[in-house]
């Protein structure tokens, strides 16, 4: 399965992006999705994710409220909508791919259960 992250930019505090994950070469609807959020010198930090059906979604504390993941596995991609975003929501971000729905129905986000990941995209958010 490989995967290709989208939508990241600049914007400014308080501001809305949509990120997208596109996905191919695999059966998109057999795996749960997360999104994890990397900046320099600290872990990356899973922050949201989706069960196969889309049924199920998870998120972080400190996106709850704000972001948004979803799927249409029809398209074999995911979305993730933030807003109000703010300036500790810069970072890289990344989709990964995980086998199992056990991850988003406990919200743990261990990276070694997710396997394919993305590139990923950049994210800033500043004045």
């Known amino acids: 399965l490989q995967l290709v992250e989208s939508g990241g930019g600049l914007v400014q505090p308080g501001g809305s992006l949509s990120l997208s994950c596109d996905a191919s070469g695999g059966i998109f609807s057999e795996y749960a999705i997360g999104w994890f959020r990397q900046v320099p010198g600290k872990e990356r930090e899973g922050i949201a994710s989706?069960?196969?059906?889309?049924?199920?979604?998870n998120y972080a504390d400190s996106v709850k409220g704000r972001f948004t993941i979803s799927r249409d596995n029809g398209k074999n991609t995911v979305r993730l909508q933030m807003n109000n975003l703010k300036s500790e929501d810069s970072g890289s971000y990344y989709c990964a791919a995980a086998p199992s729905d056990l991850g988003v129905l406990t919200g743990r986000y261990e990276t070694t259960e997710f396997h394919y990941w993305g590139q990923g995209t950049q994210v800033t958010v500043s004045s």
């Open positions: 989706i069960s196969t059906s889309g049924g199920n979604t």
